[in-house]
């Protein structure tokens, strides 16, 4: 298998189909990605979009947010997916290394995610690439409709 991870600059109706193709093997309750979404998170200084393809489709994603605070540059890694057809082939530690590359190139000193502990998968890949575990609370306040 020969893949690519790229960054996506431009909204396509390719990358909607495939980050909907990824999304929902993720998250059962994310709703699908509009071609409006899509065109926020790609024109999004702070966003970067990562896209594995293998021979043109679209196997996997991830997402790597950097932002100023006070204390410094920070970064975290979201909405990581490869398809489950192409799992165990390298391609979410491809996707991860190139994030955390490229977080480096642009100054960041640290750079944040959380996964579930019964994402066994996710847990032992962030493990193997370096990410050691922080003892810290994960909060979440939720917004009410
Ligand atoms: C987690 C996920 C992105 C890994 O992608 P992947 O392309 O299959 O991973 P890779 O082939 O690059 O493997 C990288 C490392 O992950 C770990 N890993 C991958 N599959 C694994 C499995 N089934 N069981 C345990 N560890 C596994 C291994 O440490 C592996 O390194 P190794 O090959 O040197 O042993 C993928 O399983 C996935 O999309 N899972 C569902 C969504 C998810 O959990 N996302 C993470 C949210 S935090």
Known sequence: MSVTVETARHASDELLAGLNRLLPQLSSSAPPLTMGDLEVLVGSP??????????????GTLTLVVFAIPS????????????????????????????????????????DLTSRPSRE??????RNL???????NVYRYLIED
């Open 121 to 126: 998968a996710a847990n032992s890949m962030y």
């Open 130 to 136: 370096g990410f050691t575990l922080r003892e810290t």
């Open 46 to 59: 702070a966003v970067t979009l990562f896209v594995a393809s293998n021979g043109g489709v679209i196997v």
């Open 72 to 111: 410094g540059l920070r970064a975290w890694i979201e909405d990581v997916v490869v398809d489950e057809a192409s799992r165990g082939l390298g391609v979410g530690a491809a996707l991860t290394t190139a994030a955390t590359d490229q977080a480096r190139q642009r100054g960041v000193r640290s750079v």
